[in-house]
């Protein structure tokens, strides 16, 4: 990486039901990142309505475009980019489970559908289709959307044309309970982290994690959060905290991250 590493955040924000209220946290979480310098905040996957059985109700044109109106102003406001998860709309009425860039100037860039939903999500998005590659700050920038770390081979083959710096990994994962134990070597995890791992080794790409800290539909469902950033080696380079919700702040490459604790 030339010249100095980039500033980025990762947003654990607490999932609420409403869009508004999720927007009152992307907003919030935006500011925190451009305080402590983060040139881009990542978010998790449908970061804007919430990832929860009630997507149908939220994930509505009319409810969408204001909330996503607020986020794209206040990366204007805050001079930070974004990525987001949010739901997107084509002309034949279909919603798609998309990831957006917004600028630090406050327009929506190169988005991204999620390819491999599950068979669940099929009921409600339709599938998206290509890997776009986004050019910020340098570097050569993709997104790989929760349990699409399964589609190594599918993902590798769309991106054969050009080498990729960062995948932004937009999740909603974790261990089931009685899993994980004390020591991280011996925790027994579903899989999830090991395929992100080898995505980034396979790519030769930072593989940046942004997951929700909890999930609605399961309250009762523990050890979410945890959003990890590996390297091109596919070593793990930090794992943020555990069931929390905040904000942490770092420079690609190293370690050391800031954590600001944001309110349920």
């Known amino acids: 990486m030339l010249g100095p590493p980039l500033r980025l955040a990762i947003a654990q ?16 979480s935006l ?17 804007l309505t919430g990832f929860h059985r009630r997507i149908r109700e939220q994930a509505q044109p009319e409810v969408v475009a204001p909330a996503l109106q607020r986020v794209c102003d206040a990366c204007r406001d805050h001079g930070v980019a974004c990525m987001l998860g949010t739901p997107t709309f084509v002309g034949d009425g ?16 190169t988005t991204m559908s999620k390819n491999g939903p599950t068979a669940a999500e ?4 339709q599938r998206g289709a290509g890997r776009p590659v986004l050019q910020f700050e340098g570097l050569a920038c ?16 769309q991106l054969r044309h050009g080498p990729v710096d960062v995948v932004f990994w937009p999740s ?7 899993t994980v134990l004390d020591s991280p070597e ?4 579903l899989g999830y982290l090991r395929r992100a791992g080898l995505v980034a080794q396979r790519l030769g790409a930072y593989v940046v994690q942004s997951n929700w800290p909890q999930a609605l539909n399961t309250p009762d469902h523990t050890h979410l959060g945890e959003s990890k950033v ?19 702040v770092f420079n690609l490459g190293e370690r050391d991250y800031h954590w600001t604790p944001l309110p349920a």
Do not use: K
């Open 230 to 248: 590996y390297d091109a080696a596919g070593d793990l380079l930090l794992t943020l905290p555990r069931d929390e919700a905040g904000v942490g």
């Open 122 to 125: 099929l009921t409600f998005f």
């Open 31 to 47: 500011a925190i990142a451009a305080a402590q310098g983060a040139r881009l905040c990542v978010f998790p996957e449908l970061a």
């Open 172 to 178: 909603l994962t974790g261990q089931a309970p009685g």
């Open 13 to 28: 924000q607490a999932m609420h039901w409403t869009t508004d209220e999720n927007t009152a946290r992307i907003v919030a």
């Open 186 to 189: 011996a925790t027994e995890d």
């Open 94 to 109: 279909a919603v798609l489970n998309s990831y957006v860039f917004i600028g630090a100037d406050g327009r929506v860039g």
């Open 142 to 157: 993709t997104t790989v959307m929760c349990r699409e770390v399964e589609d190594l081979d599918e993902v590798a083959a």
